[in-house]
T-cell receptor, first 115, second 113 residues
């Protein structure tokens, strides 16, 4: 069964600090991996999408890495801000097309940034 | 503005009373999906649609129905809601031309008593 596991489940950091969130997956065949940010009570918003051939992708202060050999990804947040407080969800797409049908979602990491 | 809209945003209802949650997107996306999100379980797909009149079950379809009569709309129907369908529901759309990047709606919080 395809699985996506995220760690830690929750994380508290001080404003201005960096942090790294982890995602391990067993989805096969792999198409792409996405990181989403979800504010409380709102819909997820895409941060990055990486295909098999990409091992790093950045979006402002967010940098995602992918190691397709070990089936691991990480999301690094630099110089955290209070607005970074949210749940971060790792989503892996199965198959050759990456379509919406074949997505496996992680349970998310709840990040809290304190002043 | 490109967006996915859902209505209502909040709904409290009683067991057995049929309800419909609407979803509409203005991006001309082919794919649309419905998800439910429960604490500790993450997002789980209920139904998805690849295009007009083409729908298929996701991982947790029991107790739900959908239809796709128009490309922009994808309503979720609960014909006889039960308390275990109390959840936060999200509609999402995507397109192959956009790399299947999913755009999510704002969510509908449903409580069934």
């Amino acid at each position: 069964k395809n699985q996506v596991e995220q760690s830690p489940q929750s994380l508290i950091i001080l404003e201005g600090k960096n942090c790294t969130l982890q995602c391990n997956y067993t989805v096969s065949p792999f198409s792409n991996l996405r990181w989403y940010k979800q504010d409380t009570g709102r819909g997820p918003v895409s941060l990055t999408i990486m295909t098999f051939s990409e091992n790093t992708k950045s979006n402002g202060r967010y940098t995602a890495t992918l190691d397709a050999d070990t089936k691991q990804s990480s999301l690094h947040i630099t110089a955290s801000q209070l607005s970074d407080s949210a749940s971060y969800i790792c989503v892996v797409s199965e198959g050759s097309s990456g379509s919406a049908r074949q997505l496996t979602f992680g349970s998310g990491t709840q990040l809290t940034v304190l002043p | 503005e490109a967006q996915v809209t859902q209505n209502p945003r909040y709904l409290i209802t009683v067991t057995g009373k049929k309800l419909t949650v609407t979803c509409s997107q203005n991006m001309n996306h082919e794919y649309m999906s419905w998800y439910r999100q429960d604490p500790g379980l993450g997002l789980r797909q209920i139904y998805y649609s690849m295009n007009v009149e083409v729908t298929d079950k996701g991982d947790v379809p029991e107790g739900y129905k959908v239809s796709r009569k128009e490309k922009r709309n994808f309503p979720l129907i609960l014909e006889s809601p039960s308390p275990n369908q109390t959840s936060l529901y999200f509609c999402a759309s995507s397109s192959p031309s956009g790399g299947y990047e999913q755009y999510f709606g704002p969510g509908t919080r449903l409580t069934v008593t």
